[in-house]
T-cell receptor
Framework: DAGITQSPRHKVTETGTPVTLRCHQT?????MYWYRQDPGHGLRLIHY???????DKGEVSDGYSVSRSKTEDFLLTLESATSSQTSVYFC????????????FGPGTRLTVL | GNSVTQMEGPVTLSEEAFLTINCTYT??????LFWYVQYPGEGLQLLLK?????DKGSNKGFEATYRKETTSFHLEKGSVQVSDSAVYFC??????????FGKGTRLHILP
């Protein structure tokens, strides 16, 4: 199994508070992704990174920011959490030559009250 | 733009039944196609893929054939097991570095 961990695995927070989710990989893969999974929507890309300090927006990036200061860590921050951000968040990684084969972490279940 | 449409679930079958989960796509060019599986409480994992027209991907008894003429990539298995209960996602490659996922189909297999 690809070495990907996510922390925390579960979090309950209140509306308006900042939240940071962490994805850590031991595979030295360049590409990292944050998705959210919601019933009826499948997986939607929030942000992704193609290297240290290189990030870009996905289809549902509003209300989220990311940072990648080291190859192994990709942080997702909700600056001011809202109830609509209650979701399960997945991190994924990939690299050459199989860019299209993504390996997923176990997920973080976030509840915003 | 590129998109994936898969049959809505849940799909409930008895053990040893034949499984088909339909998937169609819209894309420019000829992107690679995938099926990912998500077991309860876990992240997604790649089940199979096909990189060009008429290719057949297969793994763990599952198969899917890349049909350009019908823009389809239906997932099939001849005899399902209880352990196949999961959510299945059809997906396509979008550019070189992103994947577009369908909404997922939940499969329940009854013993």
């Amino acid at each position: 199994d690809a070495g990907i961990t996510q922390s925390p695995r579960h979090k309950v927070t209140e509306t308006g508070t900042p939240v940071t989710l962490r994805c850590h990989q031991t595979e030295n893969h360049r590409y990292m992704y944050w998705y959210r999974q919601d019933p009826g929507h499948g997986l939607r890309l929030i942000h992704y990174s193609y290297g240290v300090k290189d990030t870009d927006k996905g289809e549902v990036s509003d209300g989220y920011s990311v940072s990648r200061s080291k190859t192994e860590d990709f942080l997702l921050t909700l600056e001011s959490a809202t109830s609509s951000q209650t979701s399960v968040y997945f991190c994924a990684i990939t690299d050459y030559p199989s860019y299209n084969e993504q390996f997923f972490g176990p997920g973080t279940r976030l509840t915003v009250l | 733009g590129n998109s994936v449409t898969q049959m809505e679930g849940p799909v409930t079958l008895s053990e040893e039944a034949f499984l088909t989960i339909n998937c169609t796509y819209t894309a420019t060019g000829y992107p690679s196609l995938f099926w990912y599986v998500q077991y309860p409480g876990e992240g997604l994992q790649l089940l199979l893929k096909a990189t060009k027209a008429d290719d057949k991907g297969s793994n763990k008894g599952f198969e899917a054939t890349y049909r350009k003429e019908t823009t389809s990539f239906h997932l099939e298995k001849g005899s399902v097991q209880v352990s196949d209960s999961a959510v299945y996602f059809c997906a396509l490659e979008h550019r070189d570095d992103k994947i577009i996922f369908g909404k997922g189909t939940r499969l329940h297999i009854l013993p």
